[in-house]
């Protein structure tokens, strides 16, 4: 990819919203620190700590920092300086590494018993992207409307999404659904997995 970028003179912009968040080896190294000239990289708080924050980073190749400098300031004057003086501090005292630490055992726990649960209560369907991140992906039998399962869910008090939203094209891969298991209980975990099987028989 850097050769390509590095021929045609372009930019890599590498997002690396929740690389943090790694279950089955260490987390994968930025492609930025073999490119710092080619690669833009990316990285948020929303995932590490809390969206509310609204706390990004950007590590930038030196020829296009006054740019989005400029942007960013055109966009909306610059992010909360205290903020970013409170994150500045909490990283600096190492307790981003412990929360991170923590979490990481944390999720990886949840992340197992939500895998699990579906192998029982829906073990023909596909389950993707258990190996990192927040949320894994569910496929949905050839055919399954998507809405429809998320519309019958949300009436239980199930919240799920559908895949299709966040594809460049939406009718490029089958139907599947998002589920995120991070901020739920063990207890959540199990009973919500149940809930959506029986969600799933009603619509098909
Ligand atoms: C692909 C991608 N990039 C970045 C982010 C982080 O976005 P933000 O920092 O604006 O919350 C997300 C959040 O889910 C994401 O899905």
Same mark, same amino acid.
């Given at each position: 990819?850097?050769?390509?970028?590095?021929?045609?003179?372009?930019?890599?912009?590498?997002?690396?919203?929740?690389?943090?968040?790694?279950?089955?080896?260490?987390?994968?190294?930025?492609?930025?620190?073999?490119?710092?000239?080619?690669?833009?990289?990316?990285?948020?708080?929303?995932?590490?700590?809390?969206?509310?924050?609204?706390?990004?980073?950007?590590?930038?190749?030196?020829?296009?920092?006054?740019?989005?400098?400029?942007?960013?300031?055109?966009?909306? /004057?610059?992010?909360?300086?205290?903020?970013?003086?409170?994150?500045?501090?909490?990283?600096?005292?190492?307790?981003?590494? /412990?929360?991170?630490?923590?979490?990481?055992?944390?999720?990886?726990?949840?992340?197992?018993?939500?895998?699990?649960?579906?192998?029982?209560?829906?073990?023909?369907?596909?389950?993707?992207?258990?190996?990192?991140?927040?949320?894994?992906?569910?496929?949905?039998?050839?055919?399954?409307?998507?809405?429809?399962?998320?519309?019958?869910?949300?009436?239980?008090?199930?919240?799920?999404?559908?895949?299709?939203?966040?594809?460049? /094209?939406?009718?490029?891969?089958?139907?599947?659904?998002?589920?995120?298991?991070?901020?739920?209980?063990?207890?959540?975990?199990?009973?919500?997995?149940?809930?959506?099987?029986?969600?799933?028989?009603?619509?098909?």
């Amino acid at each position: 990819l850097l050769t390509w970028a590095e021929q045609r003179g372009v930019f890599v912009v590498e997002d690396d919203y929740d690389g943090e968040y790694r279950y089955d080896r260490e987390p994968i190294g930025a492609l930025q620190g073999l490119a710092p000239e080619r690669v833009v990289y990316i990285g948020s708080a929303s995932k590490i700590l809390a969206p509310a924050l609204r706390i990004g980073w950007v590590l930038s190749p030196a020829c296009l920092i006054g740019d989005l400098t400029r942007a960013k300031l055109d966009a909306d /004057r610059g992010s909360p300086a205290l903020d970013q003086l409170a994150l500045a501090a909490f990283i600096n005292s190492g307790h981003l590494d /412990r929360h991170l630490r923590r979490t990481r055992l944390v999720y990886s726990r949840r992340r197992a018993l939500l895998a699990t649960a579906l192998g029982t209560h829906l073990p023909k369907l596909p389950i993707r992207g258990v190996a990192a991140g927040l949320h894994l992906t569910l496929e949905l039998p050839p055919g399954s409307d998507e809405n429809t399962i998320v519309a019958e869910a949300g009436r239980r008090g199930l919240r799920v999404y559908g895949i299709s939203v966040y594809r460049a /094209r939406p009718k490029i891969g089958p139907p599947a659904l998002l589920l995120g298991y991070c901020r739920l209980s063990e207890k959540q975990i199990a009973e919500g997995a149940k809930a959506l099987a029986s969600v799933l028989e009603s619509c098909q």
